[in-house]
């Protein structure tokens, strides 16, 4: 409680009492000393002063820590704040507002607001504003590593709480990166600690209206507070390295078709995607560098485009390569962004016709900007279902494009061309291979590989350790690449006894193919839309999607779930893990793996009859954790349905984002 403070000059007499006929004569001291003789006196004993009194006598701003307790209400109850010597002061709030008295006791502070079995953290490293708010709980406990801070606050330590108060200014700009759309759009881009705010709905007050905060098993997912769209789902101990969706949102997912995700070198985000005019047909490539960026048009904008893909180098250059169908033909297109200039114009690559059309292209850059580019092309010349697969090159991501190249044997049908680089000079390029010339219909092929050097495809080896001729090569190819030039491979495939599997290959830096194996297992169901996804180590990821047939054989509703197995150099792959709920159709499974072998994997799944993109992270070393909503699409996930799609950095930064696209 406050009590009134006598307006008195200090040093003068005050005659107070009588005791017989002695007057009494108390000296005035100035107030500030004696509130400082009484609280330390009181301190001595194990107690507190309730701060806050104003008036005459009242601490300055350099000796008191005040803020706001709120989590899109202020807090009604009880703030707590001790120091690092376990000195503990108190107060009550009815509208959210503390403050704190700090002159006798020691930063820095831990600070906890409790309501009605609520309860927050926040931290201040001195005097200064410090906020009480779900935000401020994360950057605590990210700043303690996921530790118990209850724990911590009963038996703080000096040491113990100038180790937090180091680790706090990283972990608060790690959340404020990863908020960074919704904290710009509340024009709350600040420390949500120190920055001041009012429980007045705009600013700091209006992102708390808007988010949910849920922190459980050492890691915290914040989720739009209306649709429970998730928006960052991190390990506490390292936010930097979560999954986010901030940077999408649904009305971009709705337009946008063929969506692949790239990082520059420096980690950040870039979005390309086919957008329909609804003139006629037209179709247009879309490029936006989503931190801050807006969507610009890279294709010609004069005929119908489709399967953008992009590649990226080390110097924050990208690459664009595209089919787009104009004047009868369907052709290769290419266009370079760079930093200073942004998109050049758009290059046409290829000159085809009605006979001799492109499609499927695969684009990878080394380092230097060293390009390959290769594609899947129509040959009528031979029958009307006869592919080649076709290469060209960019040297250091300046001159024009090598004039195309067949790679592909000519006598074959081959499709399905993907290829990747290392950042060591090498290349690997792969693809399916029928065993005629195309004229049989759906007819057997072959996964076939081949190194590439200096543009320059070896000898085409065979991948698949059982023949096309007897087990179904379904495709569905997927290659991957590390920077020290270890690769692997994954497709779909007919097992011995007859059901479809998953199967990888891997090829060491510089080395030969081991032989293939099945990684899922399809005779518990059949096992399709295989993802692969390689780090730096060698460590390696592979999902695919499987459907539940003894259910089906029971008479039970048929459905399918996302399982994943992941691969460490020496043991090879692990037993398969589901991702997914059983209870539900799950598709277009995507995967994204850190240097350290946290994943994040995204995927649909048919909930109620709407199609839910869902995420789900993975700690190196773990388990799945539960999966999350990212978005509430209006598709029915057959007719139309969502595109999900994933990518990191290095350092385990994780972008999501979705498309959609119709059967």
Known sequence: MCLPQPQFAPGTTWISATQGSRIMKITLMPVRTLVNLITATLMALGLSLLPGCGGTGSPSAADTVSGLAATGQPVQGSVFLKDAAGREASTTTADGSFRFD?????????????????????????????????????????????????????????????????????????????????????????????????????????????????SSAGSVQISERGTGAALLNAPLSDISSGSSSTLWDAARGAKAQGLQLGVSADGHPLAVWVEDTG???????????????????????????????????????????????TGGANDIWTSRYHPGSGWGTPARLTSTDSNSYTGSPSIASDANGNLLLAWTQFNRNVNSNHFDIYLSSLSGGTGSWSAPARVSNGVNSAYQAIVVQSGVGSACLAWIQALDDGSTSNGASEVYAATLQEGTPGTPV???????????????????????????????????????DVWCARRTAGGAWEDAVSVSEGNLGECYQPSLALNGSGAALLAWMQQNDAQQLAGGDPTQRIVTSNYLPGSGWG?????????????????????????????????????????????????????????????????????????????????????????
């Open 575 to 663: 037993a398969p893990q589901a991702v997914s709920p059983a209870a539900y159709f799950a598709f277009a499974p995507q995967l994204a793996l850190d240097a350290t072998g946290n994943a994040t994997a995204v995927w649909y799944q048919i909930e109620a009859g709407q199609a839910m993109v869902r995420s789900a992270r993975l700690v190196a070393g773990g388990s799945w954790g539960t999966p999350v909503l990212e978005a509430a699409t209006t598709t029915d996930g057959y007719q139309v349905y969502p595109v999900p799609r994933v990518t990191c950095v290095p350092a385990g930064r994780t972008f999501i984002a979705w498309g959609t696209d119709s059967n």
């Open 279 to 325: 003139q006629g047909g037209t179709s247009l490539v879309k490029a936006q560098w989503l931190e801050g960026g807006t969507p610009v048009t890279v294709s010609t904008g004069q005929g119908q485009a489709t399967n953008p893909q992009v590649a990226r180098d080390a110097a924050g250059n990208a690459y664009l390569a595209w089919c787009e169908y």
């Open 102 to 214: 700090i002159s006798h006791l020691t930063p820095p502070f831990l600070l906890k607001a409790t309501w009605n079995g609520g309860q927050l953290y926040s931290m201040a490293r001195g005097a200064g504003t410090a906020n009480i708010t779900p935000l401020t709980q994360v950057i605590v406990q990210s700043a303690n590593a996921g530790g118990d801070l209850d724990a911590l606050y009963q038996a703080p330590t000096p040491t113990a709480l100038a180790a937090l108060a180091d680790a706090l200014p990283a972990a608060s700009a790690a959340l404020m990166t990863a908020l960074k759309p919704i904290l710009e759009n509340y024009q709350a881009y600040q420390d949500p600690i120190a920055t001041p705010f009012r429980a007045d709905g705009n600013g700091m007050d209006g992102v708390l209206d808007h988010l949910t905060v849920t």
């Open 462 to 500: 065979k991948l698949n350790a059982l023949p096309g001729s007897s087990r179904i090569v379904y495709g569905q190819l997927q290659l991957a690449m590390n920077q020290a030039g270890v690769v692997m491979a994954a497709w779909v495939q007919a097992n011995q006894l007859g059901f479809f």
